[in-house]
Nanobody
Framework: QLQVLESGGGLVQPGGSLRLSCVVSGHDGPPVPVGWFRQAPGKEREGISCLNSDDQATTYLDSVTSRFTVSRDHTKNTVYLQMSNLTPEDTGVYYC????????????????????????WGRGAQVTVSS
């Protein structure tokens, strides 16, 4: 059964950087598309970005463009979300999620149904940006 597990959350000062890791397990075969979402207090969950099986990235959230980068280490079955120049508005619970193995690509556009394209979800990692 496909599973994902996030790690790397924590407290960081504004302007700082943080890297989240997502280990994908329970799947033998080509890499699956992996996405990152976040949910701020009192707000809806929103898609951040996604990495195709061929490691091409799709960004869903304009506010993180040029600040957040997704990458994959195939030897460790791990996808990373590198976050820089963090602001208090980036505070929230960050989730890693994977599409079913029959898919090779990420959903093309964001929207209210974006999360429904993903099957396996992690428990989330708290990221707090505060001075």
């Amino acid at each position: 059964q496909l599973q994902v597990l996030e790690s790397g959350g924590g407290l960081v000062q504004p302007g700082g950087s943080l890297r989240l890791s997502c280990v994908v397990s329970g799947h033998d075969g080509p890499p699956v598309p992996v996405g990152w979402f976040r949910q701020a207090p009192g707000k809806e969950r929103e898609g951040i970005s996604c990495l195709n099986s061929d490691d091409q990235a799709t960004t869903y959230l304009d506010s993180v463009t040029s600040r957040f980068t997704v990458s994959r280490d195939h030897t460790k079955n791990t996808v990373y979300l590198q976050m820089s120049n963090l602001t208090p508005e980036d505070t929230g619970v960050y989730y890693c999620t994977a599409r079913p193995p029959l898919f090779r690509r990420c959903p093309g556009t964001p929207g209210p149904s974006l999360a429904s394209h993903f099957r396996s979800w992690g428990r989330g990692a708290q990221v707090t940006v505060s001075s």
